[in-house]
């Protein structure tokens, strides 16, 4: 097979996807770069990637300006993120760390602000307890992450949770816009030979379900999706859409302290609200400016279209090229972007 070089060196097959940076774009998307140096003002974070450490920028954020915060922190593992690290701890360390940025980073949120913090069965316990501690807890979404090594003595790690948490009992939340649309299995008539609850269209036969806080329509991105980069634990698009149309408004400031390749950001942007992130590796800014650059022209979010999220594999059935209800050998072909099993990246 013929293979690609990119920038960093690395070969490719032509059919990769996998976003990265061309010589020359590292130096312009940098100079995008904020680093913060004395306090700032909301207006000057908006809309900007800041390039640091998050405990260095903690006593130059302004007061409560931020509406939804999205937390998505090194898990307690041993893990190389660009030119930084981070090392295995027990729990009692893992939860001082995590106190020692999230305490004081509290006083950024409005009274009315959503907090989604994100773990793997290890780190949710210590995400359960500091947020027991603080903030009203709503919820724990867990969702199925299609990738995993098979273990001989132990079941196959293949889910995450989602802490859902709120600064108070007043906080905006809206489940009409993260409906699923489902395919019916059973599609179920009323005495008249109406559909009950379901749709027929020339798709297929669909229901709308409402939001659970279980996800299992999600697809770790993967080298043929268009939103991938080379970031280790980069997530979805799907499903920070989900968490930004269920709680924030058009405008809303979003917030990540731990940006990676900027996933929070470019949905925000694609979805209308204001964002910021802060990274400590340049590299995954630059990665974070220039998926915002390639948001400017396609606000697409794989996964979501018409308004509702769809199951894995329906690419056919989303742009209507599915006939009886059925995609044809090549339109599943074509599908698979959405839902194939991945690999570790
Ligand atoms: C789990 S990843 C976030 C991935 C992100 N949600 C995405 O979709 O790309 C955590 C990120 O936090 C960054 N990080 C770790 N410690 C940090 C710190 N003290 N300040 C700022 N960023 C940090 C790492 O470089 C890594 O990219």
Redesign the pocket.
Known sequence: MEMIRTAQNKERAPRNRTITLADGERDRFAQKLLQLTQPVSATELEDKTVN?????VLDYLPLRFVDLL?V????NLT?N????S?KEMNAEEYTSWFSS?FSPFLRVLKPTASIYI?GDWRSSGVIQAIAEEHLVIQNRITWEREKGRGAKSNWKNCSEDIWFCTMSKHFYFNADAVRLKRRVIAPYRDANGNPKDWEQTENGEFRLTSPSNVWTDLTVPFWSMPEN?D??????EKL?AKVLLASSREGDFVF?????????SVVAKKLGRHYCG????VQ?CCL?EKRLEMAEVDQTIQGYSDGVFWERNTLAYQNGTSRNGKASNHQMTFCLGEGASTHEK
């Not at 802060?278 to 590796?281: A, G, I, L, N, P």
């Open positions: 640091q450490d998050l405990f260095q999205f998505d922190p090194p898990y893990k993120f660009g030119a930084a981070f940025w994100c980069t970031h280790p634990t980069q997530k979805p920070l990540d302290p731990f940006l990676g390749c900027g996933t929070t802060v990274e400590t590796d995954y974070a």
